[in-house]
């Protein structure tokens, strides 16, 4: 039969030879090269004091961006949900008070926005999708938890620190590239 | 008649003392020996092994320990009670009684009183450690027996097939080295290996050496020899009902199996406590015992990093190589290697 690629190797099927069948040369080979093994340099990174880094267009876990006055910049269009491939997003929309200028950028905004990280695949259409700049995948790997409800991320979850009362905590959330 | 009553308090008490440093400290090296598996083992990977519990994770064995002893005691209900504990307790004892006969060094003067450092110098000590060793498999036949589980039962078959085919040569290999030796007597036998002009026997017998080795190491049932608790295959074998301490007994038993084997094979073969280039008849009773003892320790610690060593190189073999190996190899091979030692020695005569 013809070879479906170049790296086919025959398989050597002639019966063991002498030094074959009493094993000590293969084993005593085979040891050298564990021993050589010992005192290679690991690859290990020791997690939680060092952190591995992350390529700058790593998805992690998401944010809900605020503006420079610190407003919020959802204004629950729901393109994002539509363009979610997991279903993984739900908000419910509601109506700009007039005294709520300071905290919501546009006349609607998301009264709850809530991700489902489990079903969630990290994808990356919510942030592409999103015309308003409000939802972005940070460089933060979603944590661990016991229980699935703890996994349904609600605003509280995932919005930025504000940047004027806490510039630190959102240079931080923002994460390098942006 | 009052002469032959009266009991030796002080021998008595130096044996007592002996035993019980002998025991913990073999207790204390098996747990050790589990740590330096497993550095060893990720080191050979380009691991780190463990490195949390204490600096550099020395404090791992007895995290381990605490774990087994704190897990559920589980007995199966349709198993023998009786000889459900019986296995490990029997996996336990037999692995620490072969201590009784190695001579760990030499005489020490305490108190005006020369203390052997041996339990027991019997003229038979080799006779000895093969009888306590192969009593060792009734652990395994046992616990995979009572576990009443055809994966345990299989591990039990195969543990003592395995007992049986590789103590035939190791006990032939063992021959030949006796007919140079002329004692069972394993303080004669290293005291002989320690006389000036005399090398190590491993140089009279290198090829017993070899046969010996590789059936100590099917004897401890380590890989590549370990099929009794083949864990792809038998899932775990004989040790898979056990739980808690139970299970911890067996697993221990393993790495005391292996420094006595280490211990063993050191005194038979490399000297047991002689320090090489050193004359010990030249320093005090006291200097050349310490000596010795540092000697021997360090010589089993090389055996127990070569067991570990080719553990974690080697894939476990497969059944029918074992026993070829085993039958049509090593057994032919101690007989040849035994009736040319005969020859010669009859030639020197
Ligand atoms: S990253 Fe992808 S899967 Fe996750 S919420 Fe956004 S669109 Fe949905
Ligand atoms: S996050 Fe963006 S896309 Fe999603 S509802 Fe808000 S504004 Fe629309």
Redesign the pocket.
């Given at each position: 039969m013809e070879a479906l690629t170049k790296n086919v190797m025959e398989v050597d099927r002639r019966p063991m030879n002498f030094w074959e069948k009493i094993y000590l040369p293969a084993i005593l080979k085979g040891m050298t090269i564990t021993f050589r093994h010992m005192f290679k340099k690991k690859p290990t990174v020791q997690y939680p004091e060092k952190t591995r880094y992350f390529s700058p267009v790593f998805r992690g876990m998401h944010i809900?961006n605020r503006d420079e006055e610190g407003r919020e910049?959802?204004?629950?269009?729901?393109?994002?949900?539509v363009a979610c491939p997991a279903e993984a997003?739900t908000?419910e929309a509601a109506e700009r008070k007039p005294d709520e200028a300071h905290l919501y950028r546009e006349e609607k905004y998301?009264a709850r926005y809530e991700i489902n990280m489990l079903r969630c695949i990290f994808c990356g259409l919510?942030e592409e999708?999103?015309?308003?700049d409000?939802?972005y995948l940070s460089q933060t790997v979603t944590p661990a938890d016991y229980a699935r409800k703890n996994f349904i991320y609600t605003k509280n979850d995932l919005l930025i620190p504000d940047p004027v009362k806490d510039p630190e905590g959102f240079a931080k959330a923002k994460g390098i590239h942006q | 008649m009052m002469f032959l009553l009266t009991i030796d308090w002080a021998f008595f008490l130096e044996k007592l003392i002996l035993i019980a440093i002998v025991i913990t400290l073999s207790l204390v090296i098996a747990m050790y020996a589990t740590y330096a598996e497993r550095k060893i083992a990720a080191f050979m990977q380009d691991r780190i092994g463990p490195n949390r519990a204490g600096p550099f994770g020395i404090l791992q064995p007895l995290a381990d320990g605490m774990k087994l002893f704190f897990k559920e005691e589980i007995i199966p209900n349709h198993s023998n009670r009786f000889l459900f504990i019986m296995g490990p307790a029997l996996a336990m004892l037999t692995a620490m009684m072969t201590c009784a006969v190695i001579p760990w060094g030499n005489k020490v003067e305490l108190f005006g009183r020369s203390i052997p450092l041996q339990i027991a110098d019997i003229n038979i000590g080799i006779l000895y450690i093969f009888a306590v060793v192969s009593l060792g498999v009734y652990g395994i036949m046992i616990g995979g027996w009572a576990s009443n589980n055809k994966f345990s039962l299989l591990a039990a078959m195969r543990g003592a097939s395995q007992v049986i085919s590789y103590e035939l040569a190791m006990g032939i290999s063992l021959i030949a080295l006796l007919m140079l030796t002329g004692s069972l007597s394993l303080k004669t036998i290293v005291e002989q290996q320690m006389q000036a002009g005399h090398f190590w026997n491993i140089a009279y017998q290198p090829l017993g050496f070899l046969i010996f080795f590789i059936c100590a190491m099917a004897e401890c049932n380590r890989a590549p020899f370990d099929l009794p608790e083949a864990e792809n295959e038998l899932n775990m074998g004989y040790h898979q009902e056990y739980s808690s301490m139970k299970l911890g007994f067996y697993l221990f038993a393993e790495y005391i199996n292996m420094f006595i084997s280490s211990a063993v094979i050191v005194t038979l073969f490399f000297g047991g406590y002689d320090m090489p280039f050193v004359n010990e008849t030249l320093l005090t009773p006291n200097m050349a015992a310490l000596v010795g003892v540092i000697a021997f320790f360090a010589k089993i610690f090389i055996f127990i990093f070569i067991f570990m060593w080719i553990r974690w190189t080697l894939p476990r073999f497969r059944y029918d190589q074992l026993m070829n190996l085993g039958w049509k190899g090593l057994i032919l091979l101690a007989l040849a290697n035994m009736l040319i030692t005969a020859a010669i020695i009859l030639y020197r005569m």
């Open positions: 809900l910049r959802c204004t629950a269009c729901g393109l994002c949900a997003i908000m998301a919510c999708a999103c015309p308003k409000a939802i | -």
